[in-house]
């Protein structure tokens, strides 16, 4: 008997609708199975709760969640919060307090779904994005605040350490793909110190791969290849700001970012690792029921996956495809279905595929 205990970590706006979402899924999906069952806790952790307490994380909440075998979570983020204050008291605490240095986003394009890229079927990508310094350190200061000479620094802090694990990382990863590509992004003309060491210890970490083929990218021509060779990349890996950008531009690509999973690993298991659709908080559509909750159901493919549940994963990545592919769009995507019918049509097909 497998036992998974979840951490669920809705957040704010449509986190908690497609959440709700993913969570009745998961438990359709563990319904008939007498060898797996989900453990869901749910925290309050948001923007609402910031407002109320002064924090988002209570004392002690890091040393909870510790306990968790991993960490379902929605969107954080409100138009009463700084995003820099809710962004790093609660999410960034969370990937920094348990070291989940490799960021996984996915992207590709599902039967079904029209692209406004006419070679948009070439899209079969998977974007590692380093998530624990470099760009994103928080290192930096103001000084002469309000005056004419004032001065905000932001300075980037990128270690040997940290290099290393992500490029061996994103090596595995292509090596465990049918391709075995890999394409280099920084940002080396112009930024002459981190990045450049990034790309040495990418060129030295390629030794122990000779398997997989390497190409190495600047960040802007990046932008242009995955809208016009989109066929010519596999496994991206790029720095922590470079990658948050192209992982949104990818998302765009391959329909709507309402579709786009993330994972945050902690490779080694010594912490949770956490799963989290790679859309926001998205307060225009929230309290109207037509988020899209296919990023949710695709984020928690990849929760299953890390949990060894491989079969689940495969049935409830099957049912997501063949829902989509029905036709079954919510308006980001051009359709009219809500949030609850499309969830609907995931658990009849979960199922139905037994
Ligand atoms: P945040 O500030 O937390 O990033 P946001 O309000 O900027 O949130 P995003 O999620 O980044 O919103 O997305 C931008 C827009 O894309 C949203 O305002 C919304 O209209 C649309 N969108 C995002 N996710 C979804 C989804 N799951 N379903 C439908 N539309 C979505
Ligand atoms: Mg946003």
Redesign the pocket.
Known sequence: MNSHRIAVIPG???GLE?IEAGKRVLEVLAEDNTDVTFDFVDFDWSSERYLKTGQYIPDGGIEELKTFDAIYFG???SEKVP?HISLWDLRLKICQGFDQYANVRPARVFPGITSRLQQAEDIDWVIIRENSEGEYSGNGGRVHQGLPEEVGTEVSIFTRKGIERIHRFAFEMAQSRPRKHLTLVTKSNAQRHGMVLWDEIFFEVAKDYPDVTITRELVDAITTRMVLKPHMLDVIVATNLHADIISDLAAALSG????APTANLNPEGTFPSMFE?I???????TGKG???????FWTAVMMLEHLGETALAKRLMTAIEEVVASGLH???LGGSATTREITDAVCERVRAIR
Request: proline content about 10%; hydrophobic content about 45%.
């Open positions: 704010d706006g449509i497609v969107a954080v983020g995003d709507s970012l309402g579709i659709p859309h926001g908080s998205a307060f225009d559509i037509i988020a899209n909750p296919v990023g949710a919510a308006p980001d």
